[in-house]
């Protein structure tokens, strides 16, 4: 459906209104705007399968459905950029996104980090023998790698969260893999409290479950790209480490990192994880938003 969006976005009548903050991945941002209002774009990331992933995703379309898929993404592309250039101010979710507004719109960004609830989490003095995955069960979290990393080390690995991945996923773990399903809201904490570590292998853009875990003093072993390197802060590189990177997708490097992490496990300082996460807690998320709308109302009236 998406080849339509931009009709039902400019659609909407906003002429009431002074401020319009859009959350936009990736059509929102296309609303038009008269002048005086004032339009900020929270954006959580340009659209990959428009940009930077576009030719990966037509690779994974059927055939015949390729060359419609080029036209119109071809005209998305020209929509998207000129939606763009009508907001008055964006601000990016990382700096990771930054660069990539910058990339593709040509745009300046302010990097205000999405809320993290740290406030209720705990540091638990009795770890667990498990290393731990949160999240949906889909391709592009490579929890395959987890799982045959898991399996060639024989670690015991506990996945919670559900999805259209699980049952290709069951079929390749080993007997250390346990999957949870859907964890309710107040078992979550426990299972992230006595991890050893969160295993993280998908690139993301920003990436909050990192965080959540951190806020309960746990390390994250994490793929080195993308919004992981903002979130989490390796071993060697600062004298309060929250984690480790592994540098590729593979089982290897998964392995590499489990192994290089398991080296240096007493170094890490579960208080000091904990109070990392903290400076992305919703309190400072609301309040950094709060002050940037105030200067940009500030601009204009």
């Given amino acids: 459906m998406f080849p339509i969006f931009p009709v039902a976005i400019e659609s909407f009548d906003l002429r009431d209104y002074d401020l319009i903050i859009s959350s936009d991945s990736p059509p929102m941002k296309g609303v038009v705007t008269a002048p005086g209002q004032v339009h900020i774009c929270y954006c959580h990331t340009p659209g990959r399968f428009l940009w930077d992933f576009h030719d990966e995703f037509k690779s994974s379309l059927p055939w015949a459905a390729r060359p419609a898929f080029s036209i119109t993404s071809s005209y998305l592309r020209n929509w998207d950029f000129s939606a763009a250039q009508r907001v008055n101010k964006f601000v990016a979710n990382s700096r990771h996104v930054a660069g990539r507004i910058k990339t593709y719109y040509q745009r ?104 959540e875990a951190q806020s309960y003093g746990r390390p994250v072993i994490a793929y080195g790209r993308g919004g992981s390197l903002e979130t989490v802060v390796p071993y060697g590189e600062s004298p309060q480490p929250t984690g480790v990177h592994f540098d590729q997708q593979t089982v290897q490097s998964v392995c590499e990192g489990i192994l290089n992490f398991e080296a240096v496990e007493a170094a890490f300082e579960p208080t000091a994880i904990s109070a990392f996460a903290r400076r992305f807690d919703t309190s400072v998320f609301k309040q950094r938003m709060s002050d940037f709308i105030q200067g940009a109302l500030a601009e204009t009236f």
Avoid: M, W
């Fill in 108 to 211: 300046d960004s302010t990097v205000i980090y999405p809320p993290v609830n740290t406030s209720t989490a705990y540091v638990d003095n009795k770890v667990g023998d498990y290393y731990l995955h949160v999240g949906r069960l889909v391709e592009n979290k490579r929890i395959d790698l987890l799982i045959q990393a898991c399996n060639r080390l024989d670690r015991r690995l506990l996945i919670a969260g559900t999805g259209r991945a699980e049952k290709a996923l069951k079929a390749i773990a080993g007997p250390t893999t346990e999957f949870l399903g859907r964890v309710d809201d107040k078992d979550l904490p426990g299972l992230y409290a006595k991890a050893r570590a969160l295993l993280f292998a998908a690139e993301e853009d920003f990436g909050i479950v990192p965080l």
